[in-house]
């Protein structure tokens, strides 16, 4: 069983361009989870899907980030017109199951660089 | 509105000795869900142990323990004799236990460094 794949692992890009992140979740996870870290900080919740549902968005989620997660299966995390305060982690999870017991797991990330 | 507080941001001990990294939460709610996640320099956030609010019984797992206190909001993590591969960003976390709840709102995270 692999676990949550995120690409691209790192990416530098200049402010006012687009970028984009893929997460693939555990096989058979209904929900997906987007978080994002700052240096020196604790992961922030961003957005969460169940199935191809997106259930819930964090203020963090200016109009210039956008999820998707069209089949239910991977999803992607787009930024449009960078700024340099992108620059962070965000890290991609996953869970089986529909009670808030269940234990989220998470990717290794994706580094963005904004300059 | 819930909160988790991990004063301590960096700790830093000799290999063997033991270490508890202290963690301190505020919720609203009655019932809950609290976590422990550790974050090697991979960046992968590892999944270390889940506690029930209800549940107040200490548990241990081979080298490591957890201190649940509802009565002083607190939810300690313990590693005893540690070792160099312990080192790592230790995340402390909190999750509303109600229908829909999906969110974990963490702590900053304390940095360990366990030198040989």
């Known amino acids: 069983d692999t676990g949550v794949s995120q690409n691209p692992r790192h990416k530098i890009t200049k402010r006012g361009q687009n970028v984009t992140f893929r997460c693939d979740p555990i096989?058979?996870?209904?929900?997906l989870y987007w978080y994002r870290q700052t240096l020196g900080q604790g992961p922030e919740f961003l957005t969460y899907?169940?199935?191809?549902?997106?259930?819930?968005k964090s203020r963090l989620l200016s109009d210039r980030f956008s999820a998707e997660r069209p089949k239910g299966s991977f999803s992607t995390l787009e930024i449009q017109r960078t700024e340099q305060g992108d620059s962070a982690m965000y890290l991609c999870?996953?869970?089986?199951?529909?009670?808030?017991?269940?234990?989220?797991?998470f990717g290794e990330g994706s580094w963005l660089t904004v300059v | 509105a819930q909160k988790v507080t991990q004063a301590q941001t960096e700790i830093s001990v000799v290999e063997k000795e033991d270490v508890t990294l202290d963690c301190v939460y505020e919720?609203?709610?009655?019932?809950?869900?609290l976590f422990w996640y550790k974050q090697p320099p991979s960046g992968e956030l590892v999944f270390l142990i889940r506690?029930?609010?209800?549940?107040?019984q200490n548990e241990i797992s081979g080298r490591y323990s957890w201190n649940f206190q509802k009565s002083t909001s607190s939810f300690n993590f313990t590693i005893t004799a540690s070792q160099v591969v312990d080192s790592a960003v230790y995340f402390c976390?909190?999750?509303?236990?109600?229908?829909?709840?999906?969110?974990?709102?963490f702590g900053q995270g304390t940095r360990l460094t366990i030198n040989p």
């Open positions: 999870a996953s869970s089986l199951g529909v009670y808030s017991g269940n234990t989220i797991y």
């Open positions: 096989s058979e996870h209904n929900r």
């Open positions: 899907f169940q199935n191809e549902a997106q259930l819930e």
């Open positions: 919720t609203r709610d009655t019932t809950y869900y």
């Open positions: 506690r029930n609010s209800f549940d107040e």
């Open positions: 976390a909190l999750r509303r236990r109600a229908q829909g709840a999906q969110k974990l709102v």
